[in-house]
């Protein structure tokens, strides 16, 4: 087999590419995710007991730093979209806070619950609102409606 010039030129091209992209691919940093838990020691989240509606699910929380509450339809054990946010929250002690729900929750479906940290500007971000982590797990309740 006689190789031409253009055919090594070619070659050696091919070569330098995949030897330049081994090198960034092994050199580069490893990637440290953007959207991480801000730990938060002493903040709660819980359900209000016997406080649901077709419309709006209570829940008691007690904020160390101001935030949000956002439900989540579960995919499996992890958060799914977002189908309802709190409104705006400031630290401290909120008993039977509501989160209104565009539409009924789904008895036969999970839901998760989980708190965020407001980044300052009083309006939920779910890039920029970070949710809360206690002592390294995510603050989260799941459940099920208990509205039939």
């Given at each position: 087999m006689i190789f031409k010039k253009t055919d090594i030129v070619v070659l050696v091209v091919i070569l330098a590419a995949i030897t330049g992209l081994g090198v960034l691919f092994f050199a580069a940093p490893p990637a440290k995710p953007d959207y991480v838990p801000v730990d938060v020691p002493g903040s709660t989240l819980a359900i209000t007991p016997g406080a649901s509606w077709a419309n709006m699910q209570m829940f008691t929380v007690n904020l160390v730093k101001d935030g949000f509450i956002t439900i989540h339809e579960a995919i499996g054990k992890a958060p799914g979209p977002i189908i309802?946010?709190?409104?705006?929250?400031?630290?401290?002690?909120?008993?039977?806070?509501?989160?209104?729900?565009?539409?009924?929750?789904?008895?036969?479906?999970?839901?998760?619950?989980?708190?965020?940290?407001?980044?300052?500007?009083?309006?939920?971000?779910?890039?920029?609102?970070?949710?809360?982590?206690?002592?390294?797990?995510?603050?989260?309740?799941?459940?099920?409606?208990d509205v039939k």
């Open positions: 309802a946010t709190s409104g705006f929250l400031d630290h401290g002690l909120h008993e039977g806070t509501g989160v209104r729900l565009t539409t009924p929750l789904d008895p036969s479906k999970d839901y998760i619950a989980l708190l965020h940290v407001d980044n300052g500007d009083q309006v939920f971000s779910v890039t920029d609102d970070l949710p809360v982590s206690v002592d390294g797990q995510v603050l989260r309740v799941d459940f099920q409606s």
